[in-house]
């Protein structure tokens, strides 16, 4: 989830569009994962905080925000997945071989 996040944290403009797609991917890759029992409900539940905190991002960015008046959000999100990434080391892995 870190890499996803830093792919948006790196950019000058966030489409909230691309960003919403992410998002889609990420609800379906991550409810595969739970079925086919590679990863944990708990890493599923944790990991659905950070999709959340995503889609309020889009939806702010559809709103007309900006991109730099979401940037500390994303910092935010990118923490939290830091600590989501130490907790369940092989999500974010299992997440962007998916791709």
């Known amino acids: 989830m870190e890499t996803l996040i830093r792919r948006f944290e790196?950019?000058?403009n966030i489409d909230s569009k691309v960003?919403?797609?992410e998002i889609v991917f990420l609800a379906k890759n991550l409810e595969i994962l739970r079925i086919t029992g590679k990863i944990s409900n708990d890493a599923f539940l944790d990991a659905g905080m950070i999709q959340g905190g995503l889609s309020i991002i889009s939806n702010l960015l559809s709103q007309g925000?900006?991109?730099q008046d979401v940037k500390g959000q994303l910092k935010r999100?990118?923490?939290k997945s830091i600590v989501l990434g130490?907790?369940?080391p092989?999500?974010?892995q299992l997440i962007e071989s998916m791709r």
Request: charged share 45%; glycine share 0%; net charge negative.
């Open 65 to 67: 925000l900006k991109t």
């Open 86 to 88: 130490n907790s369940y």
């Open 19 to 21: 960003l919403e797609e």
């Open 77 to 79: 999100l990118k923490d």
């Open 10 to 12: 790196n950019s000058e």
């Open 90 to 92: 092989e999500l974010d």
